[in-house]
């Protein structure tokens, strides 16, 4: 199985600051990597698939980029909705499989 | 709008089965996969596996293979995922989610969650 790696594993920050996640995986798997965001009690919500393409109705202060193995998610402006937990995964192996998440909480 | 509602929380006893079903509604059915996702209390997401509505062809995760299964019910657009030998490690949060693309694939959207209890 193709294991995927994030860090941090928590990070906290302010309002208004930028923050970076990073998910790298275990053997190249190009663009095959989707951002979700979970808040507490909720079920997780698709932020970002294809490494960058942004999923509809999310806002722009998001964005993902990378490929092969190095992925990042970067929130510009954090707002205070955007204190969650947040996860990648990939798809390029019907295996499908998880980070094992960073929580992203305020500073 | 698409939505995927699932059953309501469930407590089982150890060796146990449970049975969690997941009603689609807003798109073709037999269109889109769906995966099962678990969510242990405190921790991350575990990917278990998915089925193609469409010829019930089913792909589970190693930690699963023997003890999960999936199956689907056209006529009612519902999927079901069985699970038995219940431990208490168990216990956690069984989430379905449409699998969405045809080459990058994505999981969008998720359903409500189920709560699944095994305790003694």
């Known amino acids: 199985d193709i294991q995927m790696t994030q860090s941090p594993s928590s990070l906290s920050a302010s309002v208004g600051d930028r923050v970076t996640i990073t998910c790298r995986a275990s053997?190249?798997?190009?663009?095959?990597l989707n951002w979700y965001q979970q808040k507490p009690g909720k079920a997780p919500k698709l932020l970002i698939y294809?490494?960058?393409t942004l999923q509809s109705g999310v806002p722009s202060r998001f964005s993902g980029s990378g490929s092969g193995t190095d992925f990042t998610l970067t929130i510009n402006s954090l707002q205070p909705e955007d204190f969650a937990s947040y996860y990648c995964?990939?798809?390029?192996?019907?295996?499908?499989?998880f980070g094992q998440g960073t929580k992203l909480q305020i500073k | 709008q698409v939505q995927l509602v699932q059953s309501g929380a469930e407590v089982k006893r150890p060796g146990a089965s449970v049975k969690v079903s997941c009603k689609a509604s807003?798109?073709?059915?037999?269109?889109?996969?769906i995966a099962w996702v678990r969510q242990a209390p405190g921790q991350g997401l575990e990917w278990m596996g998915w089925?193609?509505?469409?010829?019930?062809?089913?792909r589970y995760a190693q930690s699963f293979q023997g003890r999960a299964t999936m199956t689907t019910d056209t006529s009612t657009s519902t999927v079901y995922m069985e699970l038995n030998s219940l431990k208490s490690d168990d216990t956690a949060v069984y989430y379905c989610?449409?699998?969405?693309?045809?080459?990058?694939?994505?999981?969008?959207?998720w359903g409500q969650g189920t709560l699944v209890t095994v305790s003694s």
């Open positions: 989610a449409r699998l969405v693309g045809a080459d990058r694939r994505w999981f969008d959207p």
């Open positions: 995964q990939q798809s390029y192996r019907t295996l499908y499989t």
């Open positions: 294809a490494a960058s």
């Open positions: 089925i193609s509505p469409y010829n019930g062809n089913t």
């Open positions: 053997e190249t798997i190009s663009d095959y």
């Open positions: 807003g798109y073709a059915f037999s269109t889109y996969g």
